[in-house]
Nanobody
Framework: QVQLVESGGGLVQPGGSLTLSCAAS????????MGWYRQTPGKQRVLVASILSSGRKIYPDSVKGRFTISRDNAKSTVYLQMASLKPEDTAVYYC?????????WGQGTLVTVSS
């Protein structure tokens, strides 16, 4: 069973940058997609970035142009580079791997954007 471990969260100033990492215990090749989601207390978990097996990337309008998802197959790691961070980006960020019929979630990493 593939396990995902997120890291890189922390406190960052508004307008700053931060990069999150999601390390998989096994190869990420063969996955239908991998993505990053975020959630704050009292709100639903929402997609912030997704990368398909083809390499195509998908972003919602809320982060498009500011966030970049990428992967390193050799390291079995997916990254989320975040720039021009805003206070509303504050959330727990979760990594997700999807095979179509099943999915795995990471434990989450907290990102706080505050001056």
């Amino acid at each position: 069973q593939v396990q995902l471990v997120e890291s890189g969260g922390g406190l960052v100033q508004p307008g700053g940058s931060l990069t999150l990492s999601c390390a998989a215990s096994g190869s990420i090749l063969g996955m239908n997609s991998m993505g990053w989601y975020r959630q704050t207390p009292g709100k639903q978990r929402v997609l912030v970035a997704s990368i398909l097996s083809s390499g195509r990337k998908i972003y919602p309008d809320s982060v498009k142009g500011r966030f970049t998802i990428s992967r390193d197959n050799a390291k079995s790691t997916v990254y989320l580079q975040m720039a021009s961070l805003k206070p509303e980006d504050t959330a727990v960020y979760y990594c997700n791997a999807n095979w179509g019929l099943r999915e795995v979630w990471g434990q989450g990493t907290l990102v706080t954007v505050s001056s």
